[in-house]
Protein backbone atom coordinates (compact mmCIF):
# COMPACT_ATOMS: atom_id res chain seq x y z
CA UNK A 1 0.00 0.00 0.00
CA UNK A 2 2.97 2.43 0.81
CA UNK A 3 4.35 2.14 -2.77
CA UNK A 4 0.97 2.18 -4.51
CA UNK A 5 0.48 5.68 -2.38
CA UNK A 6 3.70 6.45 -3.22
CA UNK A 7 2.80 6.07 -7.40
CA UNK A 8 0.21 7.92 -6.77
CA UNK A 9 1.58 10.94 -5.83
CA UNK A 10 4.03 10.77 -8.36
CA UNK A 11 1.50 11.00 -11.20
CA UNK A 12 -0.54 13.83 -9.26
CA UNK A 13 3.07 15.60 -8.86
CA UNK A 14 3.57 15.08 -12.77
CA UNK A 15 0.14 16.34 -13.13
CA UNK A 16 0.68 19.31 -11.63
CA UNK A 17 3.60 19.83 -13.74
CA UNK A 18 1.61 19.38 -17.00
CA UNK A 19 2.84 16.20 -17.59
CA UNK A 20 -0.81 14.85 -16.61
CA UNK A 21 -4.27 16.58 -16.34
CA UNK A 22 -4.72 17.46 -12.83
CA UNK A 23 -6.47 14.65 -10.51
CA UNK A 24 -6.38 13.24 -7.78
CA UNK A 25 -4.50 10.53 -6.55
CA UNK A 26 -7.68 8.38 -5.68
CA UNK A 27 -8.67 8.79 -9.10
CA UNK A 28 -6.31 8.29 -11.50
CA UNK A 29 -6.89 6.57 -14.62
CA UNK A 30 -5.32 3.31 -15.78
CA UNK A 31 -3.14 4.64 -18.63
CA UNK A 32 -2.06 7.13 -16.20
CA UNK A 33 -1.54 5.16 -13.26
CA UNK A 34 0.75 2.75 -15.43
CA UNK A 35 2.55 5.63 -17.26
CA UNK A 36 3.29 6.84 -13.48
CA UNK A 37 4.71 3.44 -12.37
CA UNK A 38 7.02 3.01 -15.32
CA UNK A 39 8.32 6.98 -14.90
CA UNK A 40 8.30 6.09 -10.90
CA UNK A 41 10.84 3.36 -11.39
CA UNK A 42 12.99 4.71 -14.22
CA UNK A 43 13.49 7.45 -12.05
CA UNK A 44 14.24 5.64 -8.48
CA UNK A 45 16.75 3.02 -10.48
CA UNK A 46 18.51 5.82 -12.63
CA UNK A 47 18.97 7.54 -8.56
CA UNK A 48 20.23 4.73 -7.21
CA UNK A 49 22.30 2.69 -9.88
CA UNK A 50 24.59 1.33 -7.52
CA UNK A 51 21.77 0.04 -5.29
CA UNK A 52 19.30 -1.03 -8.54
CA UNK A 53 22.23 -1.72 -10.87
CA UNK A 54 25.87 -2.28 -9.68
CA UNK A 55 25.07 -4.56 -6.66
CA UNK A 56 23.34 -7.07 -8.94
CA UNK A 57 25.91 -7.36 -11.04
CA UNK A 58 28.18 -7.71 -8.59
CA UNK A 59 25.93 -10.24 -7.09
CA UNK A 60 25.52 -12.24 -10.49
CA UNK A 61 29.27 -12.33 -10.64
CA UNK A 62 30.08 -13.80 -7.20
CA UNK A 63 27.52 -16.34 -7.68
CA UNK A 64 28.77 -17.16 -11.12
CA UNK A 65 32.51 -17.52 -9.64
CA UNK A 66 31.24 -19.98 -6.57
CA UNK A 67 29.01 -21.83 -8.97
CA UNK A 68 31.83 -22.82 -10.37
CA UNK A 69 33.72 -24.54 -7.60
CA UNK A 70 30.57 -26.80 -7.07
CA UNK A 71 31.72 -30.25 -7.76
CA UNK A 72 30.88 -31.98 -11.34
CA UNK A 73 28.44 -34.50 -11.60
CA UNK A 74 28.48 -37.77 -14.66
CA UNK A 75 25.22 -38.67 -15.76
CA UNK A 76 25.37 -41.88 -17.75
CA UNK A 77 22.51 -43.02 -19.66
CA UNK A 78 21.14 -46.57 -21.29
CA UNK A 79 18.83 -48.44 -22.97
CA UNK A 80 18.09 -51.99 -21.17
CA UNK A 81 16.67 -54.56 -23.19
CA UNK A 82 14.38 -56.68 -20.24
CA UNK A 83 15.56 -60.24 -20.91
CA UNK A 84 13.32 -63.24 -21.76
CA UNK A 85 12.86 -67.40 -21.14
CA UNK A 86 11.03 -69.20 -23.56
CA UNK A 87 9.36 -65.62 -24.99
CA UNK A 88 8.03 -64.95 -21.05
CA UNK A 89 9.55 -61.55 -19.39
CA UNK A 90 9.79 -62.27 -15.62
CA UNK A 91 8.45 -58.56 -15.65
CA UNK A 92 7.47 -56.24 -18.36
CA UNK A 93 8.72 -52.83 -19.03
CA UNK A 94 6.46 -51.19 -16.73
CA UNK A 95 6.79 -53.17 -14.29
CA UNK A 96 10.94 -53.33 -15.01
CA UNK A 97 10.19 -49.10 -14.41
CA UNK A 98 8.24 -49.21 -11.29
CA UNK A 99 10.85 -51.86 -9.95
CA UNK A 100 13.54 -49.84 -10.63
CA UNK A 101 12.68 -46.32 -9.37
CA UNK A 102 11.72 -47.82 -5.75
CA UNK A 103 13.84 -46.83 -3.12
CA UNK A 104 14.79 -50.56 -2.19
CA UNK A 105 16.21 -51.06 -5.92
CA UNK A 106 18.84 -47.96 -5.55
CA UNK A 107 19.53 -49.08 -2.50
CA UNK A 108 20.79 -52.34 -3.57
CA UNK A 109 22.07 -50.36 -6.86
CA UNK A 110 24.52 -48.53 -3.82
CA UNK A 111 25.19 -51.26 -2.29
CA UNK A 112 26.36 -53.16 -5.32
CA UNK A 113 28.59 -50.39 -6.36
CA UNK A 114 30.54 -50.78 -2.88
CA UNK A 115 29.41 -47.65 -2.15
CA UNK A 116 30.68 -46.41 1.87
CA UNK A 117 27.42 -45.97 2.90
CA UNK A 118 23.85 -43.98 2.41
CA UNK A 119 25.02 -40.66 3.78
CA UNK A 120 27.78 -39.70 1.69
CA UNK A 121 27.54 -37.78 -1.66
CA UNK A 122 28.09 -40.98 -4.11
CA UNK A 123 25.10 -42.72 -2.66
CA UNK A 124 22.86 -39.37 -1.99
CA UNK A 125 23.91 -38.91 -6.01
CA UNK A 126 22.64 -42.48 -7.21
CA UNK A 127 19.64 -42.51 -4.67
CA UNK A 128 18.43 -39.55 -5.74
CA UNK A 129 18.76 -39.30 -9.21
CA UNK A 130 18.31 -42.89 -10.56
CA UNK A 131 15.09 -42.54 -13.14
CA UNK A 132 13.89 -45.43 -15.08
CA UNK A 133 10.97 -45.00 -17.95
CA UNK A 134 9.95 -47.16 -20.49
CA UNK A 135 11.41 -46.40 -24.07
CA UNK A 136 9.47 -48.91 -26.03
CA UNK A 137 7.75 -51.92 -26.01
CA UNK A 138 10.67 -54.22 -24.83
CA UNK A 139 13.15 -51.85 -23.43
CA UNK A 140 13.49 -49.03 -20.59
CA UNK A 141 15.52 -46.29 -20.78
CA UNK A 142 17.65 -45.40 -17.35
CA UNK A 143 19.72 -42.44 -16.16
CA UNK A 144 22.35 -42.05 -13.36
CA UNK A 145 24.19 -39.38 -11.69
CA UNK A 146 26.84 -39.82 -9.85
CA UNK A 147 30.18 -38.30 -8.65
CA UNK A 148 32.69 -40.32 -11.17
CA UNK A 149 32.08 -41.81 -15.07
CA UNK A 150 32.77 -44.91 -13.72
CA UNK A 151 30.06 -44.57 -10.69
CA UNK A 152 27.61 -43.74 -12.66
CA UNK A 153 28.35 -46.70 -15.26
CA UNK A 154 28.88 -49.17 -12.40
CA UNK A 155 25.40 -47.95 -10.96
CA UNK A 156 23.64 -48.99 -14.53
CA UNK A 157 25.32 -52.07 -14.64
CA UNK A 158 24.66 -53.08 -11.30
CA UNK A 159 21.05 -51.97 -12.03
CA UNK A 160 20.93 -54.57 -14.92
CA UNK A 161 22.98 -57.25 -12.94
CA UNK A 162 20.12 -56.93 -10.66
CA UNK A 163 17.27 -57.17 -12.97
CA UNK A 164 18.75 -60.27 -14.50
CA UNK A 165 18.89 -62.11 -10.87
CA UNK A 166 15.39 -61.50 -10.35
CA UNK A 167 14.28 -62.59 -13.75
CA UNK A 168 16.91 -66.27 -12.69
CA UNK A 169 14.53 -66.65 -9.37
CA UNK A 170 11.21 -66.14 -11.46
CA UNK A 171 11.90 -67.76 -14.81
CA UNK A 172 14.96 -70.23 -13.81
CA UNK A 173 12.90 -72.87 -12.90
CA UNK A 174 10.95 -72.68 -16.27
CA UNK A 175 14.07 -72.79 -17.93
CA UNK A 176 15.41 -75.73 -16.08
CA UNK A 177 12.66 -77.63 -16.72
CA UNK A 178 12.80 -77.30 -20.51
CA UNK A 179 16.07 -78.09 -20.19
CA UNK A 180 15.60 -81.64 -18.30
CA UNK A 181 12.89 -82.05 -21.17
CA UNK A 182 15.55 -81.35 -23.35
CA UNK A 183 17.66 -83.92 -21.75
CA UNK A 184 15.33 -86.68 -21.47
CA UNK A 185 14.00 -86.41 -25.40
CA UNK A 186 18.12 -86.82 -26.06
CA UNK A 187 18.17 -89.95 -24.07
CA UNK A 188 14.79 -91.46 -26.02
CA UNK A 189 16.02 -90.40 -29.27
CA UNK A 190 19.84 -92.08 -28.21
CA UNK A 191 17.88 -95.75 -27.01
CA UNK A 192 15.68 -95.38 -29.75
CA UNK A 193 18.24 -95.31 -32.56
CA UNK A 194 19.94 -98.08 -30.61
CA UNK A 195 16.69 -99.88 -30.95
CA UNK A 196 17.00 -99.37 -34.67
CA UNK A 197 20.37 -100.44 -35.11
CA UNK A 198 19.63 -104.10 -33.06
CA UNK A 199 16.24 -104.45 -35.77
CA UNK A 200 18.46 -103.79 -38.98
CA UNK A 201 21.23 -106.21 -37.72
CA UNK A 202 18.71 -108.84 -36.53
CA UNK A 203 17.22 -108.23 -40.38
CA UNK A 204 20.81 -108.65 -42.05
CA UNK A 205 21.49 -112.05 -39.91
CA UNK A 206 17.78 -113.10 -41.14
CA UNK A 207 18.91 -111.82 -44.89
CA UNK A 208 21.35 -114.60 -44.55
CA UNK A 209 19.38 -117.61 -44.10
CA UNK A 210 19.55 -118.00 -40.14
CA UNK A 211 16.62 -119.45 -39.91
CA UNK A 212 16.04 -122.85 -41.56
CA UNK A 213 12.23 -122.51 -41.43
CA UNK A 214 11.22 -120.32 -44.75
CA UNK A 215 7.93 -119.99 -42.66
CA UNK A 216 9.13 -118.88 -39.38
CA UNK A 217 11.86 -116.56 -41.34
CA UNK A 218 8.32 -114.78 -42.99
CA UNK A 219 7.04 -114.39 -39.71
CA UNK A 220 10.38 -112.74 -38.31
CA UNK A 221 10.71 -110.52 -41.18
CA UNK A 222 7.08 -109.07 -40.63
CA UNK A 223 7.61 -109.09 -36.94
CA UNK A 224 11.12 -107.03 -37.28
CA UNK A 225 9.50 -104.72 -40.01
CA UNK A 226 6.53 -104.09 -37.64
CA UNK A 227 9.00 -103.02 -35.08
CA UNK A 228 11.31 -101.17 -37.31
CA UNK A 229 8.16 -99.46 -38.68
CA UNK A 230 6.95 -98.66 -35.03
CA UNK A 231 10.53 -97.48 -33.97
CA UNK A 232 10.96 -95.33 -36.63
CA UNK A 233 7.67 -93.33 -35.89
CA UNK A 234 8.85 -92.72 -32.14
CA UNK A 235 12.17 -91.59 -33.37
CA UNK A 236 10.38 -89.15 -35.51
CA UNK A 237 7.99 -88.01 -33.17
CA UNK A 238 11.28 -87.75 -30.51
CA UNK A 239 13.01 -85.16 -32.81
CA UNK A 240 10.14 -83.54 -33.52
CA UNK A 241 9.84 -82.84 -29.44
CA UNK A 242 13.59 -82.12 -29.54
CA UNK A 243 13.60 -79.28 -32.16
CA UNK A 244 10.27 -77.43 -30.35
CA UNK A 245 12.39 -77.65 -27.03
CA UNK A 246 15.43 -76.19 -28.81
CA UNK A 247 13.09 -74.04 -30.33
CA UNK A 248 11.92 -72.77 -26.94
CA UNK A 249 15.45 -72.27 -25.94
CA UNK A 250 16.28 -70.53 -28.86
CA UNK A 251 18.75 -67.07 -28.52
CA UNK A 252 15.50 -65.01 -30.16
CA UNK A 253 13.23 -66.24 -27.39
CA UNK A 254 15.64 -66.93 -24.27
CA UNK A 255 18.11 -64.46 -23.61
CA UNK A 256 19.13 -62.15 -20.26
CA UNK A 257 18.38 -58.34 -19.49
CA UNK A 258 21.08 -56.42 -21.31
CA UNK A 259 22.07 -53.15 -21.98
CA UNK A 260 21.65 -52.45 -25.84
CA UNK A 261 24.79 -50.10 -26.25
CA UNK A 262 27.37 -48.70 -23.86
CA UNK A 263 26.11 -46.27 -21.43
CA UNK A 264 26.89 -42.68 -22.26
CA UNK A 265 28.23 -40.44 -20.29
CA UNK A 266 28.69 -36.82 -20.06
CA UNK A 267 29.65 -34.94 -17.27
CA UNK A 268 27.08 -31.83 -15.96
CA UNK A 269 26.33 -29.80 -12.54
CA UNK A 270 25.12 -31.08 -9.44
CA UNK A 271 22.38 -28.33 -9.58
CA UNK A 272 21.79 -26.32 -12.66
CA UNK A 273 23.91 -24.51 -15.03
CA UNK A 274 26.45 -21.19 -13.42
CA UNK A 275 25.09 -19.09 -15.15
CA UNK A 276 21.43 -19.63 -14.32
CA UNK A 277 22.58 -19.22 -10.74
CA UNK A 278 24.17 -16.06 -11.79
CA UNK A 279 21.46 -14.88 -13.31
CA UNK A 280 18.63 -15.74 -10.30
CA UNK A 281 21.39 -14.19 -7.96
CA UNK A 282 21.15 -10.83 -10.11
CA UNK A 283 17.10 -10.84 -10.45
CA UNK A 284 16.81 -11.52 -6.53
CA UNK A 285 19.35 -8.77 -5.34
CA UNK A 286 18.12 -6.43 -7.86
CA UNK A 287 14.04 -7.06 -6.74
CA UNK A 288 14.98 -6.62 -2.95
CA UNK A 289 17.58 -3.74 -3.40
CA UNK A 290 14.56 -2.22 -5.72
CA UNK A 291 12.10 -3.31 -3.04
CA UNK A 292 14.50 -1.23 -0.31
CA UNK A 293 15.00 2.23 -2.23
CA UNK A 294 10.96 2.17 -3.18
CA UNK A 295 9.73 1.67 0.62
CA UNK A 296 12.65 4.23 2.04
CA UNK A 297 11.32 6.49 -0.60
CA UNK A 298 7.69 5.71 0.59
CA UNK A 299 8.49 7.21 4.23
CA UNK A 300 10.07 10.46 2.61
CA UNK A 301 7.43 11.17 0.23
CA UNK A 302 4.71 13.10 1.01
CA UNK A 303 1.69 13.97 -0.65
CA UNK A 304 1.13 18.23 -1.12
Known amino acids: MEVERVILTSVYRLGRQGIFMSVSPSNVPGDQYLGGLFMYLWRTIREHLFLTVLLPLVAMAIAYVAALQLPTVYTAQGSIRIGKVDGVEAVSPTGAVSRMNSLS????VVQ???????????????????????????????????????????????????LNEEQRRTLGPLEADIKEQLAASDTT?????????????????DSRGASGDPAFATLLRVWLSDLASRNEQRLA???AEQRALSARLGAWRNYPTALLDEPYTSPGFALVRPITIAILAGAAVFLISLLGVMFRGSKAVRPD
Open 105 to 108: FKQR
Open 112 to 162: ATNSAGDANRPAQLILGNLIARQETADTVAVSVRAATARQARDAIAAAVNL
Open 189 to 205: IASLVQTRDSLLALARE
Open 237 to 239: AAK
